[in-house]
């Protein structure tokens, strides 16, 4: 865990072992810790004002997508043998329901 927050919600980190599909998604659900924005894996829960506020309440039942970015993604170069890394930056909608978790 990187950063806790009230209400029970917390910023993660997570390594990929394998790269399967949903990975990260089905084992934070199955921790019964699932994803904002996941209607598949992290059920059609609503984010509680009253554990969280109204902002974060609002941010959070509206968010149009998955709460998950991939920050760095890397792999071995099939010809070259090389380790290639990128790095994207969070999100600017990422950025807002975090300052809005931050209070």
């Not at 329901?97 to 209070?103: K, P």
Request: hydrophobic share 40%.
């Amino acid at each position: 865990m990187v950063e806790d927050f009230k209400g029970g919600a917390a910023l993660m980190e997570c390594w990929l072992e394998t790269g399967r599909t949903h990975q990260i998604r089905v084992h934070m659900a199955y921790a019964g810790h699932g994803l904002i924005g996941d209607q598949t894996y992290g059920g059609k829960k609503k984010v509680s004002p009253k554990l969280f506020g109204p902002e974060v309440a609002e941010l959070g039942n509206s968010f149009p997508r998955q709460a998950l970015h991939a920050a760095t993604l890397g792999f071995e170069h099939p010809v070259t043998g090389e380790t290639l890394e990128f790095s994207s930056p969070l999100p600017a909608d990422l950025q807002a329901l975090l300052a809005a978790l931050r209070g």
